[in-house]
Structure formats: C-alpha cells, structure tokens
C-alpha cells in the first residue's frame, strides 16, 4: 500500500517544534502502547537530543500488559524515564507530575541554589497524530482546553498550560516524518488511525489487519466474529467475518467493505481486547 501521509504544514510544525526546544526543559512524548515503535517519530530524537525524556505509553487499557511492561523495560534501558497512562479514563495520570519531579529534580535543585524556586519548568509535549495527545494534557492540567478528537490532524497551533507548582506544559501540533522505512509501519499505524482513512483502501488495510490478529490474536477473530482457527489469507478471513455477521449485498455476495470499517473501528476501540502489534 502506498501512503502518502506528510500534508505541508507538517514541514513548519517541525520547523516551530525544532524553535520551542530551545527554551524547553523536559521532552515528554506520548506514543500509542500498541504500537510503540511505530508511532515514535525517529525525529524527536534528533530535535530533542541532550533533552530529558519522559515516554507516556497511553493507550495502555488497550495493549497488552505484559507488553506494556517489556516496553516500558526497553525504554528505560535506552535511558528514558517511562509512564502507562490511559487519557480516556485516566488512570496512570496522577503520577505524572512526580514523575516529571524526578528526572528533574537536579535542576529543580540548581534552580533553588540559585535563588529561582519560583521558576517554571516547561514541558513540551510531543507525539504523532491521533495517539491522544490532547487527551493526555486535558488530563493532567484538570479541564478541556486542549482540542481532542478521534481523528489525526486536529491539533494545529501550540498552547501552553500552567501545572502543578511550578510547571507549564508546551502542547504541539502531531507530527508525522516524510518518509516511511517500512510497510509494516505505515500499516500499524493506519490500524490505529494516525493517518486519515480516506487516503487508503479500507478494504486491503482491514485484511492486513486481518491477518496480523490470525497470528497474534486469533482467539479474538473467534469470539467476536466466529472466525476458529482463523485459517485463510486477510481478504478470505474479511470475507468470512462478514458473512458470520449476516453483512450481505443484495444477490448474496459479502459486503466487506461494511466489515472492514466496523473491524477497523472495534480494533480502535479496543472491543477486540487487548492487543499490543510491535513487542521489542
């Protein structure tokens, strides 16, 4: 599948991002825990390097645990300090801000030495489209000011929010990168809508992910579509979850575009489970 999925103003935010870092103390980016490679921005790393960095694996009611906690192991092994939260509901939330107090606590510390305990630590918050930005920071600063929906691009100037004592957080804009390195990622990341759905096939994409859950989850293909042994290749098994949900276009034929928007929705939703794509 070819994605073509970086718009214009995602050149300038990375240009207005790359500007903000300068006068940003802590990185804190927020990646999707069912697909915490895939939607990392390998040019965080390099805007932000020499930054503190806080990961915030959100989404965690809706992956796997035992991965969450493998992820949360690998990337602290790489050196950053790392939070699971879950925005919608908000749990994993509250521990924010003594998390933050943590990996600052030297400059915290230098900033008391020297006589400004009244200065402001700035956060910036960082992440790609559609993996709950917005949620995360109306969370943590108690009120919705932070745009949120359920769907890639809404979050298009910057905003600042004061926290806590002594903090203010940097909401950005998501940010994609131009270039994929491979197809898996852009699919994973199309499986959870990073991308907008109308720049693809919804057909082809809900059969790879048809045959991503026969591997890894098949036992979700069973109970909620009746699929057993999920045996097939992706569009047999999406013309299969189908017809086992009565889906049928007049003269008898499945209709699986009506299944792979509905499968692509309860994947979103998390009605299959919980199911983590990438482990490390």
């Known amino acids: 599948m070819n994605i073509q999925w970086y718009p214009g103003h995602m050149a300038k935010t990375r240009r207005i991002i790359a500007e903000d870092l300068r006068m940003t103390d802590l990185v804190c980016e927020i990646v999707d825990a069912r697909i915490p490679l895939?939607?990392?921005?390998?040019?965080?790393?390099?805007?932000a390097a020499g930054k503190p960095r806080l990961i915030v694996l959100n989404r965690a009611d809706q992956s796997?645990?035992?991965?969450?906690?493998?992820?949360?192991?690998?990337?602290?092994?790489?050196?950053?300090?790392?939070?699971?939260?879950?925005?919608?509901?908000?749990?994993?939330i509250g521990r924010f801000l003594p998390e933050v107090r943590s990996v600052m606590a030297e400059k915290l510390k230098r900033f008391q030495e020297k006589g400004q305990a009244g200065r402001k630590i700035k956060i910036m918050v960082v992440g790609?489209?559609?993996?709950?930005?917005?949620?995360?920071?109306n969370r943590?600063?108690?009120?919705?000011?932070?745009?949120?929906?359920?769907?890639?691009?809404?979050?298009?100037?910057?905003?600042?929010?004061?926290?806590?004592?002594?903090?203010e957080l940097l909401d950005t804009p998501g940010i994609l990168w131009p270039k994929?390195?491979?197809?898996?990622?852009?699919?994973?990341?199309?499986?959870?809508?990073?991308?907008?759905?109308?720049?693809?096939?919804?057909?082809?994409?809900?059969?790879?992910?048809?045959?991503?859950?026969?591997?890894?989850?098949?036992?979700?293909?069973l109970s909620r579509y009746k699929i057993e042994g999920a045996a097939g290749d992706g569009p047999g098994l999406l013309a299969l979850?189908?017809?086992?949900?009565?889906?049928l276009l007049p003269g008898g034929n499945v209709d699986t575009e009506r299944m792979a928007?509905?499968?692509?929705?309860?994947?979103?939703?998390?009605?299959?489970?919980?199911i983590t794509l990438e482990l490390p």
Not at 38 to 47: E, T, V, W
Not at 147 to 166: C, L, Y
Request: with cysteine; glycine share 10%; net charge neutral.
């Open 140 to 167: 943590v600063i108690k009120r919705k000011s932070a745009k949120a929906e359920d769907r890639p691009g809404v979050t298009r100037g910057k905003q600042w929010f004061s926290i806590g004592d002594g903090f």
């Open 180 to 221: 994929l390195g491979d197809e898996a990622t852009g699919m994973h990341l199309a499986f959870t809508g990073a991308v907008r759905d109308e720049i693809m096939d919804l057909e082809t994409l809900a059969a790879h992910l048809m045959e991503e859950l026969a591997a890894i989850k098949p036992e979700a293909l």
């Open 261 to 274: 928007r509905i499968l692509l929705d309860e994947f979103r939703s998390g009605a299959l489970g919980r």
């Open 128 to 137: 790609i489209p559609n993996v709950g930005k917005s949620s995360f920071i």
């Open 38 to 47: 895939s939607s990392r921005n390998p040019d965080i790393d390099a805007l």
């Open 241 to 247: 979850a189908a017809k086992n949900r009565g889906f």
């Open 64 to 92: 796997d645990p035992d991965a969450n906690r493998r992820w949360a192991a690998c990337f602290k092994a790489q050196g950053f300090s790392v939070l699971s939260a879950d925005s919608k509901h908000g749990a994993g």
